[in-house]
């Protein structure tokens, strides 16, 4: 009870501060940030929410994200969307937004400029795909952890030769998400782009039907799941067109009774007579090449890509590779991707924390990495990437490099013939030791992936403590954030003078010291 009353809190808490149920438009959630809709962006009280003791941080982009971490965020999403729906259903019209010496017209006009300079900067068409992709396969992550780790509890248990009567029920629960997985790909297929989710299940699972195997296409017999997830988002597309197609032409009497069905039937064609076969072909193609490239330049693969992460990242490119990871973990039972990448939280680590022993007057940064670091460790990056590495620059730099090393070392060893892969995706950082698996033995894959940890985590503190600040960066930056006494005394302990850090424990002045910790 008493962690439904602090869910509950935090939502309660988070509310106001952005607008009220008024200004929400759309509830959803990720992994680790509760992602908001908002009809008037300069409602929202970025400080005070930043202040909120269960939020990591604050991101905007085609929504407004409010990073809580993993667990949490799905803790408070519902206590949220329970609240939202009842302050609509009174009427309360949203709060005004907090005074700031601007008139109302200059409110709603920097709230407009940032409008629009998020959407120029994010509705690209590519970036637009991109996003849907994820949001296909976002919520499938959940199920992936969960049968990853059982899949990995099972490996031990058959190794050990233990509770060998319980381990086939292991191997069940743990394969049969994948076995479907195609499924699940075409419903949410279908609903991000705009179709029946179910029609766009259905068709997909044809990919997964056993029968297949009596079909032959190019000259060759198909096999179930061939194809697989990339087959499944084509087919799901497919359907789509379809059934708004027939939605346009087929009279409105007929429309239950041909829609669906032709739906079906000139997608489900389509599918086992083309995209099954061509899907297997590229999805091959991925795997092969996955191993192809760690085999032959695994070192500067991973030093490559461990170092580009955090910028795709930051650009929003990395979705493109939730289907190539699913792809891999399709095919081999890991993907070999995601450990190397899991190298950039490890340098971001330690280059946070090199800036938090060259900062030591900082008072306000180096609070802001304490409260962050567990959940860096835990492969939670987004406190510290717009905390603090972000907003002073150059460390952000010196993470990558640690990332990079970090990577090379994984890589290496995936050159040398020892794969670390990882049975789903989402997790990363120490969060990722149970799903991990590998061609050598779990205490060999864990063993590499920890030394790569620790490569990340000492070249990301070297990079930064060396490199990361110039002389002027650090004279700017490392000076104490609180007030001092006499100001105080002098104020009667109001408010400080200006540039002096009054407000929320975390510096919320006007000096540009304290806009790192404010991100």
């Known amino acids: 009870m008493a962690t439904e009353d602090k869910n509950r809190a935090t939502a309660a808490a988070i509310l106001p501060l952005v607008g ?4 929400v438009s759309s509830i959803a959630h990720c992994m680790t940030r509760l992602r908001l809709g908002l009809h008037d962006r300069s409602l929202v009280d970025d400080e005070a929410l930043k202040a909120v003791p269960a939020v990591m941080g604050v991101v905007e982009d085609d929504t407004y994200q409010i990073v809580l971490g993993p667990g949490t965020v799905a803790r408070v999403t519902p206590e949220f969307e329970q609240l939202v729906e009842e302050g609509k259903a009174s009427g309360a019209p949203a709060p005004a937004a907090p005074a700031s010496g601007h008139s109302a017209e200059e409110l709603a006009d920097k709230g407009a400029a940032l409008k629009a300079q998020r959407k120029a900067k994010n509705a690209t068409p590519f970036k637009l795909f991109l996003r849907k992709i994820a949001n296909i396969f976002v919520p499938l992550i959940p199920a992936l952890i969960g049968c990853g780790i059982i899949a990995g509890l099972n490996g031990l248990l058959v190794n050990l030769g233990w509770l060998t009567s319980v381990t086939p029920a292991l191997a069940a629960m743990a394969s049969g998400f994948m076995a479907l997985i195609a499924v699940f790909v075409g419903f949410n297929t279908a609903k991000e782009f705009g179709g029946t989710p179910i029609l766009g299940g259905a068709v997909a699972a044809i990919i997964v039907f056993p029968g297949v195997a009596n079909i032959e296409a190019f000259g060759q017999k198909l096999s179930p799941g061939q194809g697989g997830v990339l087959g499944a988002l084509g087919a799901a597309v497919l359907a789509v067109y379809v059934e708004k197609w027939c939605r346009r032409w087929v009279p409105e009497a007929l429309d239950v009774l041909v829609t669906p069905t032709l739906t079906v039937l000139i997608s489900g064609l389509v599918t086992i007579f083309g995209l099954m076969y061509v899907a297997g072909e590229v999805s091959s193609a991925i795997g092969t090449f996955a191993d192809w490239l760690l085999s032959t330049g695994g070192a ?47 340098g971001q680590v330690g280059a946070a924390a090199a800036v938090y022993l060259r900062l030591p007057r900082n008072e306000s940064i180096r609070r802001t990495i304490k409260s962050a670091m567990p959940a860096g460790l835990l492969g939670v990056g987004e406190p510290l990437i717009y905390g603090v590495s972000l907003p002073l620059g150059r460390p952000f730099i010196t993470a990558c490099v640690g990332g990079a090393f970090g990577g090379g070392f994984v890589g290496l060893f995936n050159q040398l013939g020892d794969s670390v892969g990882s049975t789903a995706i989402g997790p990363s950082g120490w969060a990722l030791f149970p799903l991990l698996d590998g061609n050598h033995g779990l205490g060999s894959t864990i063993a590499i992936y920890a030394g790569g940890l620790l490569v990340g985590y000492v070249a990301g503190f070297v990079a930064t403590y060396f490199f990361g600040f110039s002389k002027s960066l650090l004279a700017e930056f490392n000076v104490s954030q609180e007030p001092a006494a006499s100001t105080v005394a002098a104020s009667g302990g109001g408010a400080a003078a200006p540039g002096s850090g009054s407000g929320s424990g975390s510096g919320s002045g006007d000096s540009p010291a304290k806009e790192p910790a404010q991100v």
Do not use: D, R
């Open 20 to 23: 009220g149920a008024a200004n």
């Open 300 to 346: 500067g693969a991973g030093f490559l890509l461990g170092g580009l992460f955090l910028p795709l990242v930051m650009l929003g490119l990395h979705q493109a590779l939730i289907p190539i990871h699913t792809t891999l973990i399709e095919q081999q039972g890991y993907t070999v991707l995601l450990p190397i990448l899991a190298m950039a939280g490890a």
